[in-house]
Nanobody, 122 residues
Framework: VQLQASGGGLAQAGDSLTLSCAFSGRTFRNYFGWFRQAPGTEREFVSAIAWSTSNTAYAESVKDRFTISRDNAKNMVYLQMNSLKPEDTAVYYC?????????????????WGQGTLVTVSS
């Protein structure tokens, strides 16, 4: 599985951004997810979606503000980010895990795209 993230940029608090992740390769039994990493911190789970069931999961810090979705036909996963806060500033990574179980720890995810930087100013 190969992944490529895009869509990051500069936003102001309260703005919205949409991140996109294009992937190629097998999707059956995969989880696709978004993680983020701010300077000096560990990479943290943001959201994930199960390709076969569309079940979703979110970190508490982004729940009700971010929405993950997928487009089967385009092999894309999106992260709609609303009501952005300065603390959302980070490099965002899309990732894939070939399993039907969701684990939120980044070290259990196998495939990673390059990061895309999101900067939110107050």
């Amino acid at each position: 599985v190969q992944l490529q993230a895009s869509g990051g940029g500069l936003a102001q608090a309260g703005d919205s951004l949409t991140l996109s992740c294009a992937f190629s390769g097998r999707t059956f039994r995969n989880y696709f997810g978004w993680f983020r990493q701010a300077p000096g911190t560990e990479r943290e789970f943001v959201s994930a979606i199960a390709w076969s069931t569309s079940n979703t999961a979110y970190a508490e810090s982004v729940k009700d503000r971010f929405t993950i979705s997928r487009d089967n036909a385009k092999n894309m996963v999106y992260l709609q980010m609303n009501s952005l806060k300065p603390e959302d500033t980070a490099v965002y990574y899309c990732a894939a895990r070939q399993s039907t179980s969701l684990i939120r720890l980044h070290r259990y995810w196998t495939y990673w795209g390059q990061g895309t930087l999101v900067t939110v100013s107050s």
